[in-house]
């Protein structure tokens, strides 16, 4: 198969208002059956494009790990997402990227959660580095410290101040978590355009490298 055969092959179609509509059907077995037909080969395929291009960019082997929510018994989940990390059996001890959807939007981030040892470190040398982070992250990225609940605050809205008090809580409390990244609203055309999504996928990614980074 020539390689432009098996890019057409790997064409990633986008997301439509279908995808964004599993989290309004009811019930926990109905939802987990339309979002396994209807999202997660999506997901899927975005694994299979997108975790060579970051091991390339991190320079370490990124394995994709798509969210099962094989715990849940009685609640449908809000969200589901694709993680890439460092790690071949899981994700949520490392840092990591994520690509997700609720029901109001997609988003796309740099994710550091409670389950991570790594938090402290990430936490201090993200302290150390905040002109940097002022500098590189655009303002209108969002910070969450949560990622159950959806969207967060602008780095414009959280200012020197607020990131500080998000990182300094990142250091010492044991629940706690730092996302960044951008949120694309489920109406946005560009979530249709396959090949545009990807790019600003990657340009995400790119964007929050350096905090990925500081994780180690």
Known sequence: MTT????????????TADDFDVFAVPGLEA?????????????????????PWLTE?????????????????????????????????????????????FGSHLFIQFAIIYESDNKS??????????????????????????????????QGELGREGLAQLLTRLRSVKASEALC?????????????GEAFLEKVKETFRTVLPLYKMSF
């Not at 001890?93 to 997700?100: D, K, L, N, S």
């Open 181 to 193: 990244g951008i949120v694309i609203d489920r109406q946005d055309p560009l979530l249709q355009d």
């Open 121 to 154: 470190v990430f936490a201090e040398h993200a302290l150390g580095q905040m002109d940097e982070i002022m500098t590189n992250i655009p303002a209108d990225y969002v910070w969450s410290g949560n990622h159950m609940v959806p969207g967060g605050d602008t």
């Open 31 to 51: 939802r987990m059956t339309v979002l396994i037909e209807r999202i997660r080969p999506k997901l899927n395929e975005l694994g299979e494009l997108l975790s």
């Open 57 to 101: 960019l991190c320079g370490e082997p990124m394995f994709p790990h798509v969210a099962k929510h094989a715990r849940r018994t009685i609640n449908p989940p809000n969200d589901t997402w694709i993680a890439f990390a460092p790690g071949k059996r899981g994700y949520k001890m490392f840092p990591h990227f994520q690509i997700g959807l």
């Open 4 to 15: 432009q055969a098996t890019e057409q092959q790997l064409a990633f179609a986008g997301f």
